[in-house]
């Protein structure tokens, strides 16, 4: 079984997860892609989606479903996403697809968190295997990086990348992620960095994760 095979076992057991008659909270990357067209069966039970990046807003209308802003609701009952990285503690690293903002703002409205991955992303420690992303004001690009530096990261520029905000991402190699809660909050503190990548404040409640025996769930 190849990776998008597991990534679409993983996107279509989430949709156990949508009650009818609500706003579901949908992130972005290729497996929520799958989430999404997978949803589209169910578009007629659901009133519609808040959607994570711009990209996701256009596949959900593509799909004949409603999108809300995040203005317009007062809460999400599920927020369905993947991830770059997720440890044991159900903890992310994010941002891959550079919607991270948006993903940490639409993720903040729901009362779960689903998070569908294929079994590469399961890591004992975050930032294994997959560099930190950072959206970064572009004024405060160069400073945020020696910052950076001083941390022991590496800061990458992601080349050629704007966010949907109109910011910038720094992918940092190097960081090997002990205490993630301290290091998000701790991120979050340099002057211009508008988020980090690091989910552990607020983590996933419910993984599903696509392997070659089937979809495996842990709550
Ligand atoms: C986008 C994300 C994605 O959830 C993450 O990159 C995983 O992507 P994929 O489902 O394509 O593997 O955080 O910013």
């Keep these: 079984m190849n990776q998008l095979e597991m990534k679409k076992l993983a996107a279509k057991a989430g949709l156990q997860y949508v009650k009818a008659d609500t706003i579901v909270g949908v992130g972005s ?12 069966a169910m578009k007629d039970q659901i009133k519609g989606a808040v959607a994570a990046s711009k990209t996701s807003e256009e596949l959900l209308k593509q799909q004949g479903i409603e999108v809300f802003s995040a203005n317009e609701v007062l809460g999400l009952d599920i927020y369905v996403d993947g991830a770059d990285e997720i440890n044991p503690q159900k ?22 968190f689903i998070c569908i991955v294929d079994e590469s992303k ?18 405060a690009r160069s400073q945020v990086g020696r910052k950076l530096v001083v941390l022991g990261g590496a800061p990458e520029y992601r080349e050629g990348v704007v966010t949907d905000n109109g910011n ?33 404040l607020r983590g996933a409640d419910v993984v599903i994760i696509g392997t070659p025996e089937g979809a495996k769930i842990i709550e």
């Design 29 to 40: 990357g290729s497996t929520v892609n799958c989430f999404i067209e997978a949803l589209g």
């Design 122 to 139: 399961q890591v004992d420690v975050l930032g294994s295997t997959f560099p930190l992303p950072v959206e970064v004001i572009p004024m």
């Design 168 to 200: 910038v991402i720094l992918d940092v190699h190097n960081f090997a992620i002990l205490n993630p809660v301290e290091m998000e909050k701790e991120l979050n503190n340099i002057a211009g960095v508008v988020t980090n990548g690091i989910f552990a």
């Design 91 to 112: 903890m992310m690293i994010k941002g891959g697809g550079a919607a991270l903002t948006r993903e940490k703002i639409v993720a903040a409205l729901a009362k779960k």
